[in-house]
Each structure stands twice: as structure tokens, then as C-alpha cells.
């Protein structure tokens, strides 16, 4: 409970020493563990993305709301319990006052991530895909889009959902002014595929030009955050044309299913697995490895210390 003063953010023994000798430290959304992949592949999944993230020297910090207190650095237990017990409450950046004032558990989105990473002092968090504008409702626009534009930590990810509106998700982008840098890639991934016919603001070919970057934006002391779009790998990329055609008939479900608002990205998610035989499922797993060890490489670029 609250009462008066700052709520902080808890940070794990790991975490808090690393960011107290200026390491490398990258942080991790908790959704994808509650809601976004099924059991047994979500806690699998968040083992897995820390020990990359340790693998490439760096630190992981899985960020949730536990007990209604803002937590970076979970142990295992933790990632056990958000896998598998029920009641975890999806966290956007406006259900965080909700769960402190009650004391509930929260997985947080990428909107949520990004504003407790802020606050820790972590600047990297690597995802799978940001939420975006919702094709056919251009008023349907998610939360991360506007923490982008007001947080400063760049979110390293395979680009927005691809079940996404992406170029009036880019549009937004700009009008905010967002940076979106391709990582090795003159285009803007679209999730499952490695390339969507979108330009991006920039190309980076190296962890170090993406931290360039990051210190220029802070040097001229503007607001909000990075994206960097890094491709899907190459042997785990879905045909276009597929995901296309599974995408519209899980469009088509939702819509006479009547599902909207916060239940929307996660109904078209499922379908989409089913639709195509768990295929879906594999690239997505792919893609959050990568995202993982392109985000650890420029936080050690970004690093006091390595």
C-alpha cells in the first residue's frame, strides 16, 4: 500500500549491482510470460531470454508488479508463479496506481516495462513485437505507442505485431517523433517477416551506432524513447502470404466474436497459432532470442562499464 511519498522500484540483488558499477542490464516484459505464451513454452521462454541476455554479458532484469510493489529482477519462483498462477492482471502504464493501491500482481506490457525500467535507470529492454494501430480502427491505438513517445529507453523488437496496421503505426511514430532505427535493415520488419516495404528512419549495422544514437538524443534533451527493429532470423521467418491470410481470417473471427479493446491482441495472437499450426508459435520464440542478444550487445555498447 501507498500512502504517501514515491512508490520505488524493487531491484533484485543482480540488478541493483549492476546498475551500481554501471554494467550492462536489459530489461524483459512479463506479459509475454502471463498472456502472451502458453505453458509450457512461457516459463521456458523466460529462463531462456535471461540466460541469453547473461550469455552476452549483460544483466537481465524481467520487471513485474508483485504484492503491489514495482519489482526489476525476479528469481525463479517469481517467473514460476507469474507462468502458471492465475489472476495476474495485464499491466499497462494506467493499471500500475490500481495494483499498488491494492497490493496485486501485474505482468507488465511494453508500456508498463519501459516506465518502470525508466525509473530503475535501466535504458534497454528487449521485446518481441510493440503494440501498435489497430488495422481497421485507427482509433485503437496502444499504450506503448505514446511511452515511446514520452519515456526515454529504447525497446528492442521484430517491429509491431503484424496483425498491426504498420504503416499507420509508423505514421504515429513520426508524428511523435519516435526514432525507428532497422537493425541491418533498410526496412521495418513486420514481425514473422524480415521485411514489410516500410522505410525506416535509419539503418544501424552495429551495437555501437544504435548507442550513438541513444547519446545524441539525450545530448539534445529530447523526450521519449528509441525503437530499433531488428529482423526476424532468416530460417524462422513465415512466408508473407501466409500470415496474411491467417491474420484476415483471425481479423474476420474476432470482429463477429465481438472482441475488443485490451482482449483483442491476444485473441488474434491465439488464432493466428491456430490458423497456422503453431508455426506462429516457433517464430515468435526465434525472434525474442534474437531481440534479446541484439538489445544485451548495444546495452554493453551503452555501458560505463563493461
Not at 172 to 193: K, N, Q, R
Not at 259 to 288: I, Q
Request: aromatic fraction near 4%.
Amino acid at each position: 500500500m501507498i500512502e504517501d511519498g514515491q512508490a520505488q522500484v524493487e531491484l533484485s540483488p543482480e540488478v541493483a549491482d549492476a546498475l551500481r558499477r554501471g554494467h550492462a542490464v536489459v530489461a524483459l516484459e512479463s506479459t509475454v510470460i502471463a498472456h502472451g505464451l502458453p505453458l509450457p513454452q512461457n516459463l521456458e521462454t523466460a529462463r531462456h531470454l535471461e540466460a541469453v541476455i547473461r550469455e552476452e554479458g549483460a544483466t537481465p532484469a524481467t520487471i513485474a508488479v508483485l504484492g503491489g510493489k514495482l519489482r526489476a529482477g525476479l528469481s525463479d519462483a517469481e517467473l514460476v508463479c507469474l507462468a502458471t498462477a492465475g489472476g495476474i492482471r495485464k499491466t499497462s502504464r494506467r493499471d500500475l496506481p490500481i495494483l499498488l493501491a491494492t497490493g496485486g500482481n501485474g505482468a507488465t506490457t511494453v508500456a508498463a516495462t519501459m516506465w518502470i525500467a525508466a525509473r530503475a535507470g535501466i535504458a534497454v529492454f528487449a521485446t518481441g513485437g510493440i503494440g501498435g494501430v489497430h488495422r481497421g480502427q485507427p482509433f485503437d491505438v496502444s499504450a506503448d505507442l505514446a511511452e515511446l513517445a514520452q519515456t526515454p529507453v529504447s525497446v528492442v523488437c521484430a517491429g509491431a505485431k503484424a496483425i498491426l496496421d504498420l504503416p499507420l503505426t509508423l505514421e504515429w511514430l513520426e508524428t511523435h517523433g519516435v526514432p525507428v532505427i532497422g537493425y541491418g535493415s533498410d526496412e521495418f520488419p513486420a514481425f514473422y517477416s524480415r521485411r514489410s516495404g516500410l522505410p525506416v528512419d535509419m539503418r544501424a549495422d552495429s551495437p555501437q551506432e544504435v548507442a550513438a544514437v541513444m547519446r545524441a538524443q539525450r545530448a539534445l534533451g529530447l523526450p521519449g524513447g528509441i525503437l530499433v527493429c531488428v529482423p526476424i532470423p532468416a530460417e524462422a521467418e513465415l512466408p508473407s502470404e501466409v500470415m496474411e491470410g491467417a491474420i484476415a481470417q483471425a481479423l474476420a473471427a474476432a470482429e463477429g466474436a465481438g472482441v475488443r479493446g485490451k482482449a483483442l491482441t491476444p485473441f488474434l495472437l491465439d488464432r493466428v497459432r491456430e490458423l497456422t499450426w503453431g508455426e506462429s508459435l516457433r517464430a515468435n520464440l526465434a525472434l525474442l532470442e534474437n531481440n534479446a542478444r541484439v538489445a544485451a550487445r548495444i546495452a554493453r555498447a551503452m555501458a560505463v562499464t563493461v
